[in-house]
């Protein structure tokens, strides 16, 4: 069945310039974004460029400076947090140390006023979605970091809100266990089809779980759309360099005669699109290590001597110094054969391989 089209375009939330100031200091300038219904959405960035701001305007714990937030089409900027339909995960999960792991997940479902059957049943349906039915009856003290965590997952998601907010959920756990409970709640997202806002200032975590990552930097919204987008289409030299590894040259734009255009930088003169760019403008050229190949194939080239060779298993990476201690990363794939430390080597691109980002 087709959905109604104002059913498909509504958002589920609307941040609608949404801005805070704290005296003199902007934590989050005007700030726009659509979530759509069911949608993982990260916010994505550096300490300090307003991603805990930004989530706690939305969940009511924190009040705008200016800006309005709607939910489902109705104005909820001046909701009490009680009474938003909204869940909550934090790094520090504050469970209530005197309660089992079944009571503390039961706990917003009495509050809600759920008769003891209905929580039985649903706490036991939660216990099962995070694999925890074994340790219902432990205390917080007596569970790992992981599991403690998970129970805080199970206790948001139980009571069904439609919007979950996380900030850095992960943050205290160890990078396999973090990676095992990304996976969690990417099955838990699966299963219940609630619109999540995730923070995080981990790009790899942000490549995993979004379905369309929110990159900030200083105060303010940098570029927002799916992973592959912004790892490929990158529109500034920040975007590409928090986001996968990137190679930058800054430069000027030459347009010669018959419109060829070149990215003038200090370690050299490359071909470049020119469509749409006017001469002399300041530019940046990503290249990604992994389409950098060795030796003299495409059009671009350049040259420089192998400064370290770096083993990360599926890859081997050459960290290449081209003009005076700058360096830049090539990807080779197993079984390629490895240039040694102190070698001289080429290196080229296809101009099409490189974006061309603002500085
Ligand atoms: N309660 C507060 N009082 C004063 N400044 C704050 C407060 N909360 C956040 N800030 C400032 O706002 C900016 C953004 O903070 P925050 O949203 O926590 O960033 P992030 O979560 O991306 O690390 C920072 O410069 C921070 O110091
Ligand atoms: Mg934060």
């Given at each position: 069945?087709l959905?109604?089209?104002?059913?498909?375009?509504?958002?589920?939330l609307?941040?609608?310039g949404?801005?805070?100031?704290?005296?003199a200091?902007?934590?989050?300038?005007?700030?726009?974004?659509?979530?759509?219904?069911?949608?993982f959405?990260?916010?994505?960035?550096?300490s300090?460029?307003?991603?805990?701001?930004l989530?706690?305007?939305?969940?009511?714990?924190?009040?705008?400076?200016?800006?309005?937030?709607?939910?489902?089409?109705?104005?909820?900027?001046?909701?009490?947090?009680h009474?938003?339909?909204?869940?909550?995960?934090?790094q520090?999960?504050?469970?209530?140390?005197?309660l089992?792991?079944?009571?503390?997940?039961?706990?917003?479902?009495?509050?809600?006023?759920?008769?003891r059957?209905?929580?039985?049943?649903?706490?036991?349906?939660?216990?099962?979605?995070?694999?925890?039915?074994?340790?219902?009856?432990?205390?917080?003290?007596?569970?790992?970091?992981?599991?403690?965590?998970?129970?805080?997952?199970?206790?948001?998601?139980?009571?069904?809100?439609?919007?979950?907010?996380?900030?850095?959920?992960?943050g205290?756990?160890?990078?396999?266990?973090?990676?095992?409970?990304?996976?969690?709640?990417?099955?838990?997202?699966?299963q219940?089809?609630?619109?999540?806002?995730?923070?995080?200032?981990?790009?790899?975590?942000?490549?995993?779980?979004?379905?369309?990552?929110?990159?900030?930097?200083?105060?303010?919204?940098?570029?927002?759309?799916?992973?592959?987008?912004?790892?490929s289409?990158?529109?500034?030299?920040?975007?590409?360099?928090?986001i996968?590894?990137?190679n930058?040259?800054?430069?000027?734009?030459?347009?010669g005669?018959?419109?060829?255009?070149?990215?003038?930088?200090?370690?050299?003169?490359?071909?470049?699109?020119?469509?749409?760019l006017?001469n002399?403008?300041?530019m940046?050229?990503?290249?990604?290590?992994?389409h950098?190949?060795?030796?003299?194939?495409?059009?671009?080239?350049?040259?420089?001597?192998?400064?370290?060779?770096?083993?990360?298993?599926?890859e081997?990476?050459?960290?290449?110094?081209?003009?005076?201690?700058?360096?830049?990363t090539?990807?080779?794939?197993?079984?390629?054969?490895l240039?040694?430390?102190?070698?001289?080597?080429?290196?080229?691109?296809a101009?099409?391989?490189?974006?061309?980002?603002?500085?």
């Open positions: 069945m959905a109604k089209p104002e059913q498909a375009t509504r958002p589920k609307l941040v609608d949404l801005a805070k100031s704290y005296g200091t902007v934590a989050l300038k005007p700030t726009h974004v659509a979530v759509q219904p069911g949608e959405l990260t916010l994505l960035g550096p300090g460029s307003g991603k805990t701001t989530l706690q305007m939305i969940s009511g714990l924190v009040l705008p400076t200016e800006g309005r937030l709607f939910v489902d089409g109705s104005n909820e900027t001046d909701t009490p947090v009474k938003r339909d909204i869940g909550l995960v934090f520090h999960y504050a469970l209530f140390p005197h089992t792991v079944a009571e503390n997940i039961g706990f917003p479902l009495k509050m809600r006023g759920k008769s059957a209905e929580v039985d049943r649903q706490v036991k349906g939660a216990l099962d979605m995070v694999q925890l039915g074994h340790l219902a009856g432990r205390f917080p003290r007596e569970l790992s970091g992981g599991q403690q965590q998970r129970v805080a997952l199970a206790r948001c998601f139980v009571y069904q809100p439609s919007i979950i907010l996380m900030d850095e959920p992960l205290a756990l160890d990078k396999k266990l973090r990676e095992h409970m990304q996976f969690e709640i990417k099955r838990l997202h699966r219940t089809g609630a619109t999540i806002i995730y923070v995080t200032h981990d790009q790899e975590e942000a490549l995993a779980l979004s379905d369309r990552i929110c990159l900030m930097n200083h105060a303010m919204v940098e570029q927002i759309g799916p992973p592959q987008e912004i790892y289409r990158p529109r500034t030299a920040f975007a590409a360099d928090f996968g590894i990137s930058i040259f800054r430069g000027r734009v030459e347009i005669s018959g419109g060829v255009a070149h990215l003038s930088t200090e370690s050299g003169r490359y071909r470049i699109d020119g469509t749409g006017s002399n403008a300041e940046a050229l990503v290249v990604r290590p992994e950098l190949e060795l030796g003299s194939t495409g059009a671009n080239e350049i040259s420089g001597r192998v400064a370290e060779v770096v083993y990360a298993g599926s081997t990476r050459l960290l290449v110094d081209i003009t005076a201690g700058e360096l830049v090539v990807r080779v794939l197993p079984g390629k054969p240039p040694s430390i102190g070698e001289t080597i080429r290196l080229s691109w101009p099409e391989a490189a974006v061309l980002v603002t500085p």
